[in-house]
């Protein structure tokens, strides 16, 4: 099998859950060493095993984003361990959904520094790795939640600054062919999402995707597997050329405006 990326090395924060683990599983069977980056330390010490039985090394090192120093560290544990990071997937998030008028300080700060501050350090602790390599791929992994959504003041912030850092980065970073982009899923069946796709609210949503795929090719709604592969792609050589970008990932379902 062609594997397109053997040899790099990925970081992926949220690597022990739903997306962030289907993409850890997606660049192992394609051939790159994994970073599983997350806070629940055992579910990540489970994915960096199952990556290492599609033949491919990984490793597991504690890394809860919020804490600057653990991000540090675990930065520096990946550049020990493999000498290099080429991919770094900024996929780790949280919930905490209240109207805009009725949420609490603890609700703001709590996702805004897991989804924008905890990857922006990230990004300051592994760019200078990848400036040395001359190489580098950085996806983000917002939401079409980025442009507004009813409930969610600070995910839609956070995820909406995410564009602004990704496209920052593209402008700082392009002169050296380190590349910096946006994966903006729709709705996804993980742990996160798992209660509200069970439940009667999340059908206005379901009925607004206009890819109706057939039944053998998946489901209405979106798969880790669909948002892994559009990081993997985003993360290989074949996007070479694309930086700066978003790529809304959601069978078609967006707000236009
Ligand atoms: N599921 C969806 O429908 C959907 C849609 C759009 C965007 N997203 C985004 O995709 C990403 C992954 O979401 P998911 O649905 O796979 O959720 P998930 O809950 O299955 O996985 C999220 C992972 O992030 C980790 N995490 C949370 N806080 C962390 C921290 N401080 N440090 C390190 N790790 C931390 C969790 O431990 C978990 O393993 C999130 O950024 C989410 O906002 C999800």
């Known amino acids: 099998m062609d594997m397109f990326l053997k040899g790099k090395v990925a970081f992926v924060t949220g690597g022990a859950s739903g997306i962030g683990r289907q993409a850890c599983l997606t660049f192992a069977s ?49 550049i020990d361990h493999f000498g290099k990071i080429d991919i770094l997937v900024c996929c780790a998030g949280i919930l905490r959904d209240s109207m805009a008028h009725k949420m609490t300080e603890q609700q703001w700060d709590e996702v805004l520094n897991v989804h924008l501050k905890g990857h922006w350090w990230l990004c300051h602790e592994v760019i200078p790795h990848m400036k040395q390599e001359k190489y580098g791929r950085i996806v983000f992994i917002s939401s079409t939640a980025f442009k507004g959504n009813r409930g969610q003041a600070n ?54 995707i206009l890819l109706k795929r057939r039944e053998d090719i998946g ?39």
């Open 155 to 208: 995910y839609s912030s956070a995820k909406a600054a995410m564009v602004g850092l990704a496209k920052t980065l593209a402008e700082e970073l392009g002169y050296l062919g380190i590349t910096a982009n946006v994966v903006a899923p729709g709705l996804v069946h993980t742990p996160l999402t798992d209660a509200f796709i069970k439940s009667d609210k999340s059908k206005p949503m379901i009925n607004s």
């Open 30 to 78: 394609e051939g790159a060493n994994v970073v599983v980056a997350d806070k629940q330390y055992e579910k990540a010490e489970e994915v960096a095993e199952e990556c290492k039985k599609l033949g491919v090394d990984a490793i597991a090192p504690h890394c809860d984003v919020t804490i600057l120093e653990e991000s540090s560290a675990a930065v520096k544990s990946a």
């Open 219 to 257: 489901p209405l709604f979106g798969t880790t597997q669909d948002i892994a592969n559009a990081i993997v792609f985003l993360s290989s050589d074949r996007a070479s050329y694309i930086t700066g970008q978003v790529l809304v990932v959601a069978g078609g379902a967006y707000k236009i405006a």
